[in-house]
């Protein structure tokens, strides 16, 4: 199909040649039209490319830099192909040193590659004006930006390729920056002009993959915007630890233990005498498990029940002891009516080993013969006419509420390494910052 | 509709599309030519444009709120610190608007009778104020922030215009943005002061056609 317009016969040259008037040597301008300032990468010098005639505007000697990524390089950074044109090497005033690529695709325009202290950040010029979230705060679209950098000062302190402005060495400009993971949000200023861009946090993988730039390890305290290593992982990980224990305990309360077994009702007498109750035979399966005992006294009512358990191995003789109270206590004072304790008690007796056993109980019911006015009418809850009764249950099982625990603390370390690496991180990357909230601030 | 007249230098066929564009650059000899109810007068000579690697072309057409355009000119200004290009758009309904294409950046401006603008600050400017870069500037319900004032030159220009785009005209040209990609232009000369309107755009939602084949790089996938 013919397109209904002109089309040129032949695609436009994409590159315009000159020659350096310093050093002779062939200076290619890859952004013609566009560009001001080429600086020549035999000599360094800058040449002025708005005129036919190219004028040289500074001579300049220094070396050029053996650049991570040689001027005509092309690399494919998310879904773009770009070719880096122009490198400068910018700081506050000679410290803090960072260096600034300039990207140029003749469809997409451009973008910046900064490099600060070995994290690589993609960045592009703004065209909406961010709005102010609070005296601290930047919203741009969607996002918010925290302050970050205030009143800093840029300076160009060298200059290879070309630019879309006239690059000065030792130009400066007004600087200020707002942070959030992920994204930093720079605000530059001259008398003419100001403007924004938002540079994206580069992964060092996304890098390599473009450009064949091996990522630098440790960039330490990090980068404003850099994202915690941590956070999405910990993120990730209570969620699986979640999932984990809720199964855990859900597997625990269905496959962990038997059920209670009663094991027998015996009648507590009314003088307070000691009595004893043999239970047996129990069969013990499990190499070794823990026993696990319950005496319910439901109608225990001002007053404790003493239990001694023995648990006996009908072969060895060996006796695993456990020793139980149950209490409970009610009245009313000038608070009002109150009760503490129950009726019931729980005791566990752990690694026992596999056999055939008697429970031997000994227990003992007492009446509280404090002042309270329940007692005082009589018996009480121990009155022979109506004999209380402790009923004794039983459960074995390999469930501890401990091996809960400790699969809970197994979860839970790697998540508190990464919790504590995480603040560590967050901490360290908000140091630098100087609207940070933190202690060593205050201390000055 | 269009009006097909010989160039009075070079004898060439000159079109006129637009009653509204009296003026033109002749393709072959570069006169700034300018039409008339007396026919075409010569009124000078533009530069040649020099080269550049703009995706934008004359005859490129394209869509901006479901209407179509054609790029139908160009004027190509420059400022001590760099250079850009403002293509002239004319949509089918005969309107026309700008395309400024700057630093890699579009912008889709309409001219604005500057009779309208109530802006104090702006009306302080154009009676010859200096704009100051970070001033806010109150537009209709718009909140606009200075962003930029300098003096700019006209270098070249090429096919249809809507006023005589001569070689080394100066003006006094201040941008404003606003938040969520609003622009304005301000610009002043000795004698009057134009002003536009409009918004950044993306070049894809131009939904292009005829984007200029550049050597070595691939058209971009929203132009297929």
Known sequence: MQPDFALQAEPAPAARA?????????????????????ACQYCGSILDVTDPQVKLVTAYNQQSAELEIPLG??????????????????????????????????????????????GWSLGEALTVTPDWLSYDQLGVGEEAFDHFFADGEARVDYVLGEFYWRVALGERVATADWVRAGAMLSREANGHEVSWTRNAWLPPKELQKAFGIQPEAGIWPPLPHQPSPWGGWIKTGLKLGAVAFAFLLLFAIFFGGSQWSAAGSFAITADGREQTATLGPITLPRRYQSVHLRAEVPRLENGWVDLDYSLVDRRTQQVYEAYGAAERYSGSDSDGPWSEGSGSAEVSIASVPAGIYDLVVEYKGNRWTGTGSYSADGAGWLDPANVPEVKVEMRQGVLYASNLLIALFLIAIPLLFALVRHIAFETARKSESDFATSAEDDDE | ????????????????????????????????????????????????????????????????EDKGFEVIGRVRWAWTDGAWNEWLLLFEDGTNAWLGEAMGQFMLLWERPFAQVRTRTLREIADGNEAIPGAEVQLDNEKLVIADAREVICVAAEGELPFTAGTGWKLYSVDLRGRHGECATLQRDDQEVTFYQGRYVTLPELAPRGLRAIEGWALPSYAA
């Not at chain 1, 770009?82 to 973008?111: D, K, T």
Request: proline fraction near 6%.
């Open chain 1, 18 to 38: 000159l020659t350096c008037p310093s050093c002779g040597g062939g200076v290619e301008l890859r952004a013609a039209g566009y560009t001001v300032h080429v």
């Open chain 1, 73 to 118: 390089t092309r690399g494919t950074l998310r879904g773009v192909e770009w070719e880096a044109i122009g490198y400068l090497q910018r700081s506050e005033n000679g410290a803090y040193g960072w260096e600034e690529y300039l990207l140029f695709n003749p469809y997409h325009g451009y973008r910046w590659l900064v490099k600060v202290r070995g």
């Open chain 2, 1 to 64: 509709m269009s009006l097909h007249l010989p160039c009075p230098n070079c004898g060439a066929d000159v079109v006129f599309r637009s009653p509204a564009l009296p003026n033109r650059v002749c393709d072959y000899c570069r006169s700034m030519l300018v039409r008339s109810d007396a026919g075409v007068a010569r009124v000078g000579e533009v530069a040649a444009l020099p080269f550049d690697v703009s995706p934008v072309q004359i005859g490129m057409h394209g869509r901006v």
